[in-house]
C-alpha cells in the first residue's frame, strides 16, 4: 500500500509542478479560476485511473499528497476534488475500498485514538 502511494505522490507532485511555470496567472486569476484549474488538475489525473484501490490510496493519503504539493491544497480539499471527479462507475468499489481502509485503521489504533479518527471521517 505504501508503494502505491508514493507512486500516486510521485505521479501527482511533478503533474502540479507544470502548472507553476504560470505563477502570473494565476496571481491574476480569481479564487473561483484557481478552484476550476485545480479541479481540472485532478480530474486529468483521475481520468485514466480505473483501479478502486489505487484511487482509495489516494482518498485515503490526501495529507501526505498535500504535503507534497507546498501547501497549494488542504487534505480535506483535495479529498473532496478527488471524490467528486470520481467516475460514475468507480465510486461504489472505491468507497467500499476507502471505509474498508479506514476500518483497518481504526482496529490497529487503540481505544483512546478511535475517538479522534471518528471525528476525522
Do not use: W
Amino acid at each position: 500500500q505504501g508503494e502505491t502511494s508514493l507512486a500516486c505522490i510521485n505521479y501527482i507532485a511533478p503533474s502540479s509542478k507544470r502548472y507553476e511555470s504560470n505563477t502570473d496567472v494565476f496571481h491574476l486569476a480569481s479564487v473561483d479560476k484557481i478552484k476550476l484549474i485545480k479541479s481540472q488538475i485532478i480530474d486529468d489525473i483521475i481520468r485514466p485511473l480505473n483501479n478502486p484501490d489505487l484511487l482509495r490510496d489516494l482518498i485515503v493519503n490526501g495529507d501526505v499528497i498535500v504535503s507534497h504539493l507546498e501547501q497549494s491544497l488542504e487534505p480535506n480539499e483535495l479529498e473532496q476534488m478527488l471524490i467528486n471527479s470520481l467516475p460514475a462507475y468507480t465510486v461504489v468499489p472505491v468507497s467500499q475500498a476507502v471505509f474498508e481502509a479506514y476500518k483497518e485503521i481504526k482496529d490497529e489504533l487503540g481505544p483512546d485514538q478511535d475517538d479522534s479518527i471518528a471525528q476525522q471521517i
